[in-house]
């Protein structure tokens, strides 16, 4: 054909590259919405301060992004370590992702205490307690065989003396209200020394001693979940402690995931074996740190809290199990 003149011919080159840029925007698009192509946007860590910051794989995959201090140093997933851990299938890294991935879309975020975080960690704390009093005074007594059979002599007895049923029928709410009564007064008692010692100064009894830490469980902005570790260094163990989730965000894996956050801890800082001891009632509770790789070692049938008075009274109304776990995580 005719040759075309120099600006004809950059019209038709800027024609052509215009066509080809809409023609890859339309296949693009068409991926995208087909589900074929996935785009992911840079997010940048350094926006955000790194105290909300989770230090597992739930929130960041770039751990190399994240400064802090020694203890944020080193980061291990919890799918790249568990398996060493526990053999059993639920710590499988399959079951692990599915965990992370309801985690990013819950938004919880697990990370150190912060001091003006006080008041609302004590309060968690303290509701968690409150909740052992009816369990231990009614579900306690699912595993106390020769207190059931004494509460069964009382009843013959009532009814022998007084001839009544009615009175009879009415002993077993009695001594369920003195159960009761002295649940409450001892774990209240218990309370009250837990506030004024380590919960009382978190910051100064498990964020500034080496190897103890305490961590809380963030959603939407609010702390629903609280756990500490302490380390023993003359025994090289480390012990779980004071690990409870608000009871209005239960179900959603955040205790688990505060117990994997011990863990990760615990082998960060060469630990060989991380204990726990607990006088929870439900089972959930047990099975919750048999999921974790926790091995149940002993039980202690009249565990004794701070506070109690060991009158007969108390001894005939109100009985603790005290149960030992140990997870070993490697040989000494």
Known sequence: GPPFSLSTQLRLFRTRK???SQLLLGVFSFLSKAGLLFVSRPVCMHCSSPKMVCETKIVAEDHESISGSKK????VSSSQMWPSLSGSPSSSPASLSGVEED????NVYIREFHPSEQEVVRRIFYEGIM??????AFRGLKYQPLIQLMYGIFAIICFVVTKSLLLTCCLPIFLMGMRYYFSRK????????????????IEN????????CFWVAVLDGNVVGIVAARGNEED????????SVDSNFRGKGIAKALGRKVLEFAMLNNYSSIILGTTAVKVAAHKLYESLGFKHVGVIDHYTLPGMTHSILERMFFQLRYHRYRLQL???
């Open 131 to 136: 909740e052992r009093i009816p369990n231990t």
């Open 236 to 243: 090289n163990t480390m012990e779980l402690r004071r690990m």
């Open 205 to 212: 009894y498990y964020m500034k001693p080496p190897g103890s």
């Open 103 to 106: 985690f990013k879309k819950d």
């Open 18 to 20: 215009s066509c080809s």
């Open 186 to 201: 001892v774990i209240l008692s218990y309370l009250e020394c837990a506030l004024h010692t380590d919960m009382s100064d």
């Open 330 to 332: 490697r040989e000494e």
């Open 72 to 75: 944020d140093a080193i980061i």
